[in-house]
Structures are given as structure tokens and as C-alpha cells.
């Protein structure tokens, strides 16, 4: 499984845009990248995932590095319901599961 | 639509105790996944079905642990001879199939604490 590096925690006022940044250097050419987010107290939801290109969702986007060793998870105007920990994920077709890193913790202030 | 739900919420038991934590997935869901979460902790995968067979099951901790799923449908997460490590929330997810792009639903988990 390819390993991945993110900050442990981040901090954004709201309405503000936030960058979250993951690093996935040993990612193979075929692996997703997802990305959940876990809020306090709930199970993970589904926030985004790419393969190559940029993607955009209802709830952000997900910005791919060409060399595909980097992605940036992008909230474009940050709220409070937005605190949480957010994982980067990459998933590999080896395998049906998603392993969960540490992730970062977001937290937004008012 | 409904989603994944998990019951019960909460289960205090006494250490030596079995338990039995239940998950009810997305209608229509084929796959469906076990982790746990200790406090403070990442999501440690356990076990995932497709339909009632269980290709992985490689991070049960121990043979105290067992799942099972019936009629493609439900699915029970068993804990034997409970342990005070065991204490963590179990949290049950779905998919529509498995594959590279397929997204996981994740229910609420069950909160066990193992007195």
C-alpha cells in the first residue's frame, strides 16, 4: 500500500478557502486517490476521488499533481461544520479496502 | 434514502462477556466493511464482505473475533470473552460493489466499552 504523509492538524477562519495537502509518493500509476473526512463523534463520509485530473464536487475539489506524488484537497470557503479529520487515501485495484492514516485534524474558528 | 445503521450505540459489558454488534448496510449494497477506532485513534480495518463470503479478513485481532453476513444483507461483528482492549467504536460501511472508485458509506458506529 502506498504510504502517505499529512499534517497533523491545520487551523482556517471561516469563509475562508483551505488548502489540505497530502503527500503520496510511492502511489502507483493506477491508484486512486480518495479523500474522507470524519467529523466529531460520526463514521467517515466520502468527500472526493481522482485518478489524473483535477476533480470538483458540490463539497470540494481535489487538486492532482502531475507527477501524481502530491494531491491538495481544496474547501473553497471553510465553515464550522467543516472541523474535522480529514484522510487523504490512496486505493490501490490490489485491493478492496481503504486504509486509513492519521489524517489532519481541521479546525475552523468563527 | 436510509443509510448504513448499526446497532446497538452503545454497549457496556463486562470483561468475559461476548458481544454481538450488528450492521444493517445500504440496500443494494454488496460490500460490506468492519473497522474499529480507539479512542484517539485511526480507523483499523478488520474484515469486508462481498456478498456473504469474506475475501479479507486479515485484521480480526485475535479468533475472539468473527463476523459473519446473511442473505447478503445484514451482518453481525461477534467478540468473544470480551477484553478491556476491546474497547473501541465499531463502525460498519457499505459499498455498491467493490472497486478502485467506489466509495464507502459509513454508519455511526457502535460505541463498546469493556468494564
Known amino acids: 500500500d502506498a504510504k502517505t504523509t499529512q499534517p497533523n492538524s491545520m487551523e482556517s477562519n471561516e469563509e475562508e478557502p483551505v488548502h489540505l495537502p497530502c503527500n503520496h509518493s510511492?502511489?502507483?500509476?493506477?491508484?486512486?486517490i480518495h479523500w474522507y473526512r470524519q467529523l466529531p463523534s460520526q463514521g467517515p463520509e466520502y468527500v472526493i476521488h481522482g485518478l489524473t485530473s483535477n476533480v470538483n464536487n458540490r463539497m470540494a475539489s481535489l487538486a492532482i499533481a502531475e507527477d501524481r506524488k502530491s494531491s491538495t484537497l481544496i474547501l473553497h470557503r471553510a465553515t464550522l461544520r467543516d472541523a474535522a479529520v480529514y484522510y487523504c487515501?490512496?486505493?490501490?485495484?490490489?485491493?478492496?479496502?481503504?486504509?486509513f492514516g492519521t489524517g489532519t485534524r481541521l479546525q475552523v474558528f468563527p | 434514502g436510509a443509510g448504513v445503521s448499526q446497532s446497538p450505540s452503545n454497549k457496556v459489558t463486562e470483561k468475559g462477556k461476548d458481544v454481538e454488534l450488528r450492521c444493517d448496510p445500504i440496500?443494494?449494497?454488496?460490500?460490506l466493511y468492519w473497522y474499529r477506532q480507539s479512542l484517539g485513534q485511526g480507523l483499523e480495518f478488520l474484515i469486508y464482505f462481498q456478498g456473504n463470503s469474506a475475501p479479507d479478513k486479515s485484521g480480526l485481532p485475535s479468533d475472539r473475533f468473527s463476523a459473519e453476513r446473511t442473505g447478503g444483507s445484514v451482518s453481525t461483528l461477534t467478540i468473544q470473552r470480551t477484553q478491556q482492549e476491546d474497547s473501541a467504536v465499531y463502525l460498519c460501511a457499505s459499498s455498491p460493489r467493490t472497486g478502485v472508485g467506489e466509495k464507502l458509506f459509513f454508519g455511526s458506529g457502535t460505541q463498546l466499552s469493556v468494564l
Open positions: 487515501i490512496p486505493k490501490s485495484y490490489n485491493t478492496d479496502k481503504l486504509i
Open positions: 440496500s443494494g449494497h454488496t460490500a
Open positions: 510511492t502511489i502507483s500509476g493506477t491508484d486512486y
